[in-house]
């Protein structure tokens, strides 16, 4: 810890998700942050809100004096991989010798000082670790958690205690920035080909979660269809909802809009848990979190009560609005196999009622590259509005737009919305369940379509 002590640090992104986490952990740790991010957002907004001065143009001028003028090793600069290496404030303090690091350097020297659970995959770990967070938290084995998502139960992507006997980590494949944890335990939840603009093949994908696999030094746990990676592994434990090994779920079931299911493991059967939140494939999410919880010390009644009250994590499968006229659901899904998961789980829980899909495609490059998987996956809903990609950090591709991937869709009702044009779109149609989804900007668009449907289909 003592490469990071320092009274002033700078972020360069910092209105990302992991990126305000570390903020936040330096603020609270009596450290002056201030930073840069492209847009305001209501994390900008809590980050504001809770010391942290933000700045939303790159020049550099806009820098605060304090920082401007001190020494340039008082002045640790943190850069998330998102913003372009030509960035005027990345120069500035290059030209002014400031140490710079990328966040996975800065979070992986944070979990050198305690023994740290890593989870790690394409689609799942926010949801894992946060509820791997809340269990260890309600099950009094008290932690800190780097989240990539905002926990409900807390109102915060970071929990810190002075007495925590554990680190929880989100491990981000993105940019191999995983590779910089050594882990005491893990999770792998999913290794479905993406970040093809970094890795190039699936292959190279799939070889930096072995390698991150080789660095977790204690027990893994993986989803049991990406085993066979692992084979030469010692220390490795499968788990599934269709398994017959341990641990596994038996017996699930919705009652009353909520998800019931038998818990085996850590040679144990739990009857009959319940958990918060909604989706079958969250389920499959509680079993990881619930082994890992119980082998740190979380007891069977902490760990009963701990998912009963867990309230997910915004924009994870979560219901904003739910009456027997309208159904509002936000979703993080921006790949296809989270997309299968979230409207399978529409599917399950409201069967038979139409569901209208807004999707917001994300990057230019999984657009193309997963166009054919997308086409089925959106299929799954009645009727389908497509904004157009998000582009994040990269450049248009020429030909791979919303209207190219929208042709692919089978389905009669579909259309591309302008991103200004959808609220007043939605409110001109008959609808009954409605599901929003993907990782770009949508998630501004939300508060406005929860005020419209709320006004709308008022009791």
């Known amino acids: 810890m003592n490469t990071l002590n320092g009274k002033r640090f700078f972020f360069i992104g910092v209105g990302g998700i992991g990126m305000s986490g570390l903020a936040r952990y330096f603020r609270r740790r009596g450290a002056e942050v201030a930073g840069y991010d492209r847009t305001p957002s209501e994390l900008t907004n809590q980050l504001q809100s809770e010391g942290i001065e933000v700045q939303f143009n790159e020049t550099p001028a806009l820098i605060p004096d304090a920082y ?217 999410n509680a079993i990881a979190a619930s082994t890992v919880a119980l082998r740190l010390g979380v007891s069977p009644e902490a760990l009963r009560s701990g998912l009963a009250s867990f309230k997910g994590v915004s924009r994870r499968f979560e219901t904003r609005i739910r009456s027997e006229r309208i159904v509002f659901i936000d979703d993080y899904a921006h790949h296809p196999k989270e997309l299968d998961a979230c409207l399978g789980s529409v599917r399950e829980l409201y069967p038979g009622r139409k569901v209208t899909g807004i999707f917001q495609p994300h990057l230019f490059t999984r657009t193309r590259d997963l166009a054919a998987d997308f086409a089925r996956s959106l299929s799954a809903v009645d009727e389908l509005m497509l904004l157009e990609i998000y582009p994040a950090r990269e450049e248009a591709i020429p030909g791979i737009t919303s209207n190219w991937l929208l042709e692919q869709v089978p389905l009669d009702k579909k259309s591309v919305v302008a991103r200004e044009a959808l609220v007043q779109m939605l409110a001109s149609r008959d609808l009954d369940v409605v599901v929003t989804m993907g990782a770009g900007d949508i998630d501004r668009l939300v508060p406005q379509i929860e005020r419209m449907l709320n006004e709308r289909y008022r009791p």
């Open 68 to 284: 401007k003028s001190a020494a340039a090793g008082d002045v640790l600069v943190v850069r998330t991989p998102a913003v372009p290496l030509t960035s005027p404030l990345l120069k500035y303090w290059e030209d002014k010798g400031a140490r710079i690091l990328k966040r996975a350097d800065v979070l992986g020297m944070i979990t050198e000082d305690r023994p740290t659970v890593a989870v790690a995959g394409t689609h799942g770990k926010t949801t894992v670790s946060t509820m791997l967070a809340h269990l260890l938290t309600s099950g009094r084995v008290s932690c800190n958690a780097f989240l990539g998502g905002i926990a409900a139960n807390y109102g915060t992507n970071v929990l810190l205690n002075d007495d925590a006997v554990v680190n929880v980590v989100e491990a981000d494949e993105y940019d191999r920035s995983f590779l910089k944890l050594c882990p005491t335990q893990s999770i792998i939840t999913a290794m479905d080909p993406d970040h093809l603009d970094i890795y190039g093949t699936p292959e190279a994908m799939f070889e930096a979660y072995t390698q991150f696999a080789v660095q977790c030094d204690g027990p893994l746990l993986v989803h049991e269809r990406i085993a066979s990676h692992f084979a030469e592994r010692t220390q490795v434990k499968t788990y599934a909802l269709d398994s017959t090994s341990e641990p596994r779920a038996e017996n699930v079931r919705v009652v009353e809009g909520a998800y019931r299911f038998d818990l085996i493991a850590e040679g144990q059967t739990l009857r009959d848990l319940q958990l918060g939140m909604p989706g079958r494939h969250n389920v499959e």
